[in-house]
């Protein structure tokens, strides 16, 4: 299983954020000087003495599964996370501003020759179509749109009787995945770059 995680970094030189998973994504930002010293300010006013954390242990430990903690290190010291809460609410807000500013669309587009087959898709770990006929409506030809942070992203679609195709695609500007068949199996093109034999992708019939 691969696990979940999101680290923060913020210093002088600029902040970024990396999250990882099904979806790997990394941006960067910056804080203006006044605002890193205010989520400084809180971190500290919020800190209690039980929060310090002694260095774990090195060599094997059991594996943490379906657990979640959160931890900070700041003047090279490690904290856990019963740090107060104001300190958290203004590091998810600055942090939800940044990632609203760096997301980016994502469209998948179906070719009309997939008419009256029936799609689910995925993409970067969020469900963005469930069981949607591809048939034309009042809006036109059906197209999935969502958002993608900079990084790589998983897209999947799977579609009735049984075909499916996935592919971890590389999310650098605007994307637009192009869904078609091709010899029996879905085929997944980013941007007219094929992508069913290419590394990390698979295609084919369950």
């Given amino acids: 299983m691969t696990p979940d995680f999101e680290r923060l970094e913020c210093s002088s030189a600029g902040c970024s954020f ?4 099904q979806a790997v994504a ?3 930002f910056s804080l203006t000087a006044a605002q890193l010293d205010e989520l400084y300010r809180l971190f500290r006013e919020n800190t209690r003495p039980g929060d310090f954390r002694a260095p774990e242990p090195t060599g094997p430990r059991p594996t943490d599964v379906g657990s979640s903690r959160r931890r900070v290190n700041v003047d090279l010291e490690t904290y856990d996370d019963t740090t107060g809460q ?3 609410a203004k590091v998810e807000r600055d942090l939800t501003a940044a990632l609203a500013s760096a997301a980016l669309p994502l469209t998948i587009e179906f070719d009309p020759s997939l008419s009256g087959k029936t ?3 995925t993409a970067c770990g969020h469900a963005i179509g469930d069981r949607v006929p591809l048939a034309p409506g009042d809006g036109g030809w059906p197209v999935l749109v969502t958002t993608a942070l900079p990084g790589s992203c998983e897209v999947s679609v799977s579609m009735d009787p049984r075909l499916f195709v ?3 695609m590389a999310v650098k500007a605007p994307l637009t995945v192009h869904v078609g068949l091709s010899s029996g199996a879905l085929t997944l093109d980013q941007d007219g ?3 069913v034999a290419a590394p990390g992708a698979s295609a084919g019939t369950r």
């Avoid at 990396?18 to 998973?21: F, L, N, V």
């Fill in 18 to 21: 990396e999250k990882g998973g």
């Fill in 26 to 28: 990394k941006i960067s």
């Fill in 86 to 88: 104001p300190f958290w």
């Fill in 119 to 121: 799609v689910a898709a």
């Fill in 166 to 168: 996935s592919r971890r």
């Fill in 193 to 195: 770059d094929a992508a």
